[in-house]
Nanobody, 130 residues
Framework: QVLLTESGGGLVQAGGSLRLSCVASEDTGNYYTMNKLAMGWFRQAPGKEREFVAAVNPSGIDTGVVASLKGRFTISRDNSEKTLYLQMNSLRPEDTAVYYC??????????????????WGQGTQVTVSS
């Protein structure tokens, strides 16, 4: 079992920045330590489906951000700290959503798909005021 805990959400004015964090913890003896997991961020706005934001491979070398958010959002990870990050800049009211981190044990998954992930955090609320 892998437990994911997000933090860093909150209320921010349009144009501001937030950095989300997601700490991973594993049961003792669990094979799937964080450095073996691909990680991703998704978000879900009220009345909308959960959508892909960004993903990073286990080593942190390869990253991907959905095209509409490129240039504003950056994903990174620190495996020594077992932490995933999402840096969000130039925030807009339409970025308001619950943001979820997720972990995948698959080495060859389609990481933009929610169905590729095996573990999910409970989410952190991000609200951007105009």
């Amino acid at each position: 079992q892998v437990l994911l805990t997000e933090s860093g959400g909150g209320l921010v004015q349009a144009g501001g920045s937030l950095r989300l964090s997601c700490v991973a913890s594993e049961d003792t003896g669990n094979y799937y330590t964080m450095n073996k997991l691909a990680m991703g961020w998704f978000r879900q706005a009220p009345g909308k489906e959960r959508e892909f934001v960004a993903a990073v491979n286990p080593s942190g070398i390869d990253t991907g951000v959905v095209a509409s958010l490129k240039g504003r959002f950056t994903i990174s990870r620190d495996n020594s700290e077992k932490t995933l990050y999402l840096q969000m800049n130039s925030l807009r009211p339409e970025d308001t959503a619950v943001y979820y981190c997720a972990a995948s044990v698959s080495r060859n998954g389609d990481y933009y798909l929610a169905t590729s992930y095996d573990y999910w955090g409970q989410g952190t609320q991000v609200t951007v005021s105009s």
